[in-house]
């Protein structure tokens, strides 16, 4: 199992390092300069261009600034400096990140507590009425856009019935139709993955032998196939987490949210790409750490995981 | 092949393919009216018999304009898809079929692609691109490449056991006889149910880079960009939204239930996977 782990961790490294350097050299490829970009519309004299380019490390080889650059994150979670801001990165990240962590764990919660409970009534009752209905549901849950969705939420239970405000950050009501928004689509992803799992573990063998050594039907089905099928579920629902960080961008923009999300597409339309870099060389990272958690998690429920 | 035109939803799925293809390509024949004639006397209205979708702030018909924006998400997907499917069957059998350095570069760069999440992976395209159509078919065509590239990749690592391809190479034939003659059609079905639920996450995505502002520009009447440039007026005008991005659910809802059809009839082990 270490074994297991500190390879994976290894294998993390090194996607990690790629990541960024993919990331770092695509910011490269950005046409245009970066110091005429900062001082825009006007124009910096030679002598601050100059000064600029050598405190930012611009005149260095590609490699070396990007080892300075990486250096930085690492000993001192230093991810640069935002152009437009005139702040760091770090610092911006520390301000958004709440909003949409709170987001984000209640959109997963939205699709588990959706999602799996419905795949599960779907798969006990196979290709009748109410999993025909069931997965019809989920896969419209999949096929509707997000900004979408929380337009109609805002149009019915905002503007029309006055339930919830439209926007900002808040309360419980603040999150409430943001939540339902990101959480829908991953309801209905779940509800296919959880009915699926379910009908696979129903063949198996042992779940044969429980019912063939007389348990009841109820013991039968919740100890040997629900918990069974809960396994690769679970590992689902963390990946979900990637899905809620990309979802995240756009259910901010529509409901007007504080957070990373809505930091990333105003960064990107300001063609400010320090900040740019930074917020997604952080969010790579994180998505990273968190499917790293959920493959050991994964490893450990399931026994029968080889390493 | 025939077992397939008997499963109800590619035949479905199929019939609305063609469907939204004919309207796309007649658009111009088929619109009521011209879906960039401003006519401010008619600003506003809600949906009527003359105007099945209303009208937007400046009199422009939205159902004209809901049809005519097939046009831009349909081969927004369809070029975006082009690109992956492509990449993705290529390196997926390279991976697969020779292994060794290739697969090993090959999965690192799929490891890469799989540590973003895909949204963000197309953002970080646009972000240097910068924004409009072509981008938004570049970065979709490259954030649904690593995936593609997974799934073919797996598939020949299935049929590279198989028995036949032992005889084949048995009875003497060549690495590339084998794999275009004996390999390549049995990745056919996998890439081909790829390839469409691809196209539904390709006008899924396309619609949602425009909605953020990085596709469509206005005036074109993208079904993305229609539900962005009304949505701060849901209280005056609910219809341009709704109906646009109802075009959105059904034609993604219509490709899914073609591509999870074809995953049903031609690689059942798929199911869970994709």
């Known amino acids: 199992m270490i074994a297991y782990i500190g390879r994976r961790i290894l294998l993390l490294v090194l996607t990690l390092f790629i990541s960024t350097f993919v990331i770092f050299g695509a910011m490269q490829l950005v046409p245009g300069d970066p110091i005429l970009a900062m001082f825009f519309p006007r124009v910096p004299s030679p002598e601050v261009y100059r000064s600029l380019q050598e405190q930012l490390g611009l005149n260095k080889p590609f490699f070396v600034r990007y080892f300075n650059y990486i250096g930085k994150v690492v000993l001192h979670g230093d991810l640069g400096d935002s152009f437009k801001q005139i702040r760091p990165v770090s610092s911006i990240i520390v301000l958004n990140l709440a909003p949409t962590v709170e987001l984000g764990l209640a959109g997963i919660f939205v699709s588990m507590a959706i999602g799996i409970p419905i795949g599960f009534l779907a798969a006990a009752t196979p290709y009748r009425v109410v999993d025909q209905s069931v997965m019809v549901l989920a896969l419209i849950g999949v096929s509707t856009p997000s900004f979408w969705l929380g337009l109609l939420l805002i149009l019915v239970f905002s503007l029309g019935l006055g339930w919830f405000p439209t926007s900002g950050v808040g309360g419980l009501s603040y999150l409430v139709l943001p939540a339902l928004t990101l959480g829908l689509y991953g309801a209905g992803y779940l509800a296919r993955f959880a009915r699926s799992s379910v009908l696979e573990v129903k063949h198996m063998d042992y779940v044969t032998t429980a019912r063939s050594k007389g348990l009841p039907e109820r013991i039968v089905n919740w100890r040997h196939i629900f918990r069974n099928a809960l396994i690769p579920v679970a590992t689902m629902s963390g990946l979900l987490v990637g899905y809620m960080l990309g979802g995240a961008v756009i259910v901010e923009t529509v409901f007007g949210r504080l957070g990373m999300g809505h930091v990333l597409v105003n960064a990107i339309s300001e063609k400010d790409f320090p900040l740019v870099q930074g917020l997604l060389i952080f969010i790579v990272s994180m998505f990273s750490v968190v499917n790293l958690i959920v493959d050991i998690s994964y490893a450990y429920i399931d026994p029968r995981v080889k390493y | ?274």
């Open chain 2, 1 to 274: 092949m025939k077992r397939a035109l008997r499963e109800p939803r590619i035949l479905f799925g199929i019939g609305f393919l063609l469907a939204l293809s004919v309207i796309a390509v007649f658009a111009p024949a088929i619109v009521p009216y011209d879906p960039f004639e401003i006519s401010p006397q008619e600003s506003l209205m809600p949906p009527c018999s003359r105007h099945w979708f209303g009208t937007d702030t400046i009199g422009r018909d939205v159902f004209s304009r809901v049809l005519y924006g097939t046009r831009y998400s349909l081969v927004l997907g369809v070029l975006a898809i082009s690109i992956s499917a492509t990449f993705g069957s290529i390196l997926g059998l390279v991976s697969g079929y020779f292994g060794g350095p290739a697969d090993a570069v090959i999965m690192r760069i799929v490891d890469v692609g799989l540590a973003f999440p895909s949204v963000l992976l197309a953002l970080l395209v646009i972000s240097i691109v910068g924004a409009g159509l072509p981008s938004v078919i570049l970065a979709i065509g490259i954030s649904s490449t690593p995936p593609f590239i997974r799934i073919v990749r797996g598939s020949v690592l299935v049929i590279k056991e198989m028995t036949y391809i032992e005889a084949a190479r048995a009875i003497g034939a060549g690495q590339a006889r084998i794999l275009f003659r004996h390999v390549l059609p049995e990745v056919f079905a996998p890439a081909l149910t790829m390839a469409t639920l691809g196209l539904a996450g390709a006008i899924f995505s396309a619609s949602s880079l425009s909605f953020l502002g990085f596709g469509a520009r206005p005036p074109t009447p993208e079904w993305g960009l229609l539900v962005s440039s009304a949505r701060h007026q849901l209280r005056a005008a609910w219809w341009i939204s709704t109906f646009s991005g109802l075009a959105i659910v059904v034609s993604v809802l219509s490709i899914n239930i073609l591509g999870d059809g074809l995953r049903d009839i031609l690689d059942p082990k798929l199911r869970g996977k994709i």
